[in-house]
């Protein structure tokens, strides 16, 4: 019995000074890094962006000659009067 008590007092005695001690410092911040590295996917990225801008000039070009062509086929003077 003593020998479980006396167990017990010296590991109480070990975890207590254990937690006494400072926290540990806060990891520093990452430095970002001043420039993107350059991968092997960067010339492909690179068409992707391109093709999309093209694709929304095509889009807005589409959409002008739509509504042209909705103007020739119903002028204004016919809006007007089948309303």
Do not use: F, W, Y
């Amino acid at each position: 019995m003593r020998i479980a008590t006396l167990s017990i007092l010296v590991l109480a005695g070990l975890s207590v000074s254990c937690s006494r001690g400072t926290p540990p410092p806060a990891p520093a911040a990452q430095p970002k890094p001043a420039e993107r590295q350059k991968t092997v996917i960067d010339a492909q990225l690179k068409a992707l962006d391109k093709a999309k801008a093209v694709q929304g000039t095509l889009d807005q070009r589409t959409k002008v000659l739509d509504k042209q062509m909705e103007e020739s086929e119903n002028p204004p003077s016919q809006r007007d009067a089948s309303q």
